[in-house]
């Protein structure tokens, strides 16, 4: 069986799932830049956001492997899953670390779409990708945590009820290890008033992504997940899960773009003949099927060691690397197969051009990528 048929039902059930919203539906929301409520809702209330969410606490305890594949046929039928692809990997930290009553307490309401956890602060402005320089702090005061600072390209805030939120417990000159002395934190957003101020950011694509200030933000002391000063290694610990699965979504991505202009390109025809027998046409996109084939190997290859508990680090960042690559070759070869209506809406290129661009940039540059491999995989020395 290739690759590219694991997981069939899976794959079939999504399909059918996502034919009830075809190019219309998205290409609407774009351009009103609005949030696809009515699929992430029906996705919720379906069980397929709680994919990776164990049978014990009402989910349906699949595999990485198997939550790719949603993610995947979810950009392929032409979505965006980057909607609500975070319900499924943020609850890992609550789920890996939280204690037994946090996990009774909001796992199955999550999983049950009552509590919508989509939101993840990490990201601030002065620190960028360099997550130890956060200058949010949670100071303890009695039953509580006083949250004050900011977040920068917080998603889905809008339509979340949590945010999995990182925070300074511990100043980076006070910390024994710069990667010590963080903390995470499930903030309730609906209790939180003007306490959390959002302000959207004007994006080139459609993600509903925030600016956040935390004013005196009171959390009280039992939303802190797993010990006081260790949140980075338990964000660092859901890392893997998520390259894999955004990995799965430029995949996704790829085929979308690669099928769209094989269709156009051979019934175009331009000085007598259909545009796709030239091979300015054809090489591109068979360049960019063979990237995505090569780069869906690595993607299932890190899904693989996930699954069996083993260490993946180095094949969740190549899979994210080789996969964001190969969308992007996609996606060029699919605006030059277009020609002028590759930049025409109703195309929906053009959408997809600028939602793919992203998977090269986030969560993690590639750049950072090549610098966790050159580093940790090659053993050269550390760049910065
Ligand atoms: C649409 C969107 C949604 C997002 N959603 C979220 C979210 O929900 N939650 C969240 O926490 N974050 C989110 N992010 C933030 C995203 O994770 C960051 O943008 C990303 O990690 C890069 O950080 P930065 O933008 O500060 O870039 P910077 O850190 O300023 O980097 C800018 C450039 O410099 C390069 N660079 C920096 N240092 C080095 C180095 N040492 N070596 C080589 N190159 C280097 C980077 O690779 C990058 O190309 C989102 C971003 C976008 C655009």
Redo the contacts with the bound molecule.
């Keep these: 069986m290739s690759e590219q048929e694991r997981c069939p039902e899976i794959r079939n059930e999504i399909r059918k799932f996502c034919s009830q919203y075809g190019d219309e539906y998205w290409r609407k929301l774009d351009k009103e830049n609005r949030y696809p409520e009515q699929f992430v809702e029906e996705l919720t209330h379906a069980g397929w956001l709680a994919a990776l969410i164990p049978e014990q606490y009402g989910g349906s305890g699949l595999t990485v492997t198997e939550a790719s594949v949603i993610l995947e046929e979810i950009n392929r039928s032409g979505g965006n899953a980057a909607a609500c692809h975070?319900q499924m990997y943020i609850m890992g930290a609550l789920l890996r670390h939280g204690s037994a009553e946090q996990k009774q307490r909001y796992l199955p309401r999550i999983a049950s779409g009552e509590i919508r956890l989509q939101?993840?602060?990490?990201?601030e402005?002065d620190?960028?990708?360099?997550t130890t320089h956060i200058r949010t702090t949670a100071k303890r005061d009695g039953d509580y945590y006083i949250v004050n600072g900011g977040?920068?390209?917080?998603?889905?805030v809008q339509h979340s009820d949590m945010l999995l939120l990182l925070a300074r417990t511990t100043p980076y000159d006070q910390s024994p290890k710069r990667t010590l002395g963080m903390s995470i934190f499930l903030v309730d957003l609906r209790e939180a008033g003007d306490a959390v101020e959002v302000r959207p950011i004007d994006?080139m694509?459609n993600?509903e992504?925030n600016q956040l200030f935390f004013h005196e933000l009171k959390v009280p002391v039992e939303n802190l997940i797993g010990e006081e000063g260790s949140g980075f290694y338990y964000i660092l610990d859901g890392m893997n899960a998520e390259r894999i699965l955004v990995a799965s979504e430029a995949i996704g991505d790829a085929r979308w773009f690669i099928k769209r202009a094989v269709q156009y390109g051979n019934e175009r025809e331009i000085f007598g003949r259909p545009i796709t027998k030239n091979q300015g046409i054809q090489f591109p996109l068979a360049q960019a099927y063979a990237q995505t084939e090569a780069a869906d190997l690595m993607r299932f290859r890190a899904a693989d060691l996930f699954d069996a508990g083993a260490a993946c680090g180095a094949e969740a960042n190549m899979a994210k690397l080789l996969c964001s690559q190969a969308s992007w070759a996609a996606a060029n070869a699919a605006i030059d197969t277009h020609g002028g209506y590759g930049f025409a809406a109703e195309y929906d290129v053009e959408r997809k051009f600028r939602e793919s661009r992203?998977f090269s940039?986030?969560?993690?540059?590639?750049?950072?990528v090549?610098?966790f491999i050159a580093e940790h995989v090659l053993g050269m020395p550390r760049?910065?």
């Design positions: 975070a939101a993840f602060g990490v990201t402005p620190a960028g990708s360099d977040k920068i390209f917080t998603s889905r994006a694509i993600h992504t992203l940039i986030a969560p993690i540059s590639n750049n950072m090549l610098n760049s910065y």
